[in-house]
């Protein structure tokens, strides 16, 4: 079965600092890897995704995400973080049985401070 | 237009009361789903709907009766809930009703439902 692990509950990070959010992934075939992040209140946003080709992916609001074959994983990464980035974020890998389906991760709280 | 609508925004009901959520897309997207959420936990699928065919039913308990009239409007109708049933209910659309899952979900701003 598919799957995907985000081993940290929350990631604190001062504004202006490069973060990072892990995102480790199991699955039987070629994955389809999904970043989404949820402002308080809000439902979720798409930020980007890695279906092939480069394995550095360029999403909204200056995040990015490497897709690393050898160790399974898609972190996901902004240069310098904002106060505004403060969200829960969420890892997501296609089913392969039913495509349209997403399994999720338990998902990341990041923290940003000024 | 990438948005996703979802009415009415808060929802207080009863144990025996009848009411329904509504979600509208106008993306041209031919998949649709039903999610539930808990507070900071991720959504749980609860159904799929692919050219307005129902595709994935997760075992939800039939006090949930999905509805999808046309291509851009998805029901979820609501009927003798318990307390427990209280979450965040999100909608989402994408461009991809087949298998493939190449396509992202966009998800509307959802729900708050408490059933007292």
């Known amino acids: 079965a598919q799957s995907v692990a985000q081993p940290e509950d929350q990631v604190n990070v001062a504004e202006g600092n490069p973060l990072t959010v892990k995102c480790t992934y199991s699955v039987s075939g070629n994955p389809y890897l999904f970043w989404y992040v949820q402002y308080p209140n809000r439902g979720l946003q798409f930020l980007l995704k890695?279906?092939?080709?480069?394995?550095l992916v360029k999403g909204s609001y200056g995040f990015e995400a490497e897709f690393n074959k050898s160790q399974t994983s898609f972190h996901l990464k902004k240069p310098s973080a904002l106060v505004s980035d403060s969200a829960l974020y969420f890892c997501a890998v296609r089913d392969m049985e039913y495509g349209n389906k997403l399994v999720f991760g338990a998902g990341t709280i990041l923290r940003v401070k000024s | 237009d990438t948005e996703v609508t979802q009415t009415p925004k808060h929802l207080v009901m009863g144990m025996t009361n009848k009411k329904s959520l509504k979600c509208e897309q106008h993306m041209g997207h031919r998949a649709m789903y039903w999610y539930k959420q808990k507070a900071k936990k991720p959504p749980e699928l609860m159904f799929v709907?692919?050219?307005?065919?129902?595709?994935i039913n997760e075992s939800v308990p039939s006090r949930f009766s999905p509805e999808c009239p046309n291509s851009s409007l998805l029901n979820l109708h609501l009927h003798a809930l318990q307390p427990e049933d209280s979450a965040l209910y999100l909608c989402a659309s994408s461009q991809d009703p087949g298998t493939a899952g190449l396509y992202e979900q966009y998800f509307g701003p959802g729900t708050r439902l408490t059933v007292t």
């Open positions: 890695y279906i092939t080709g480069d394995n």
């Open positions: 709907y692919s050219y307005e065919k129902l595709s």
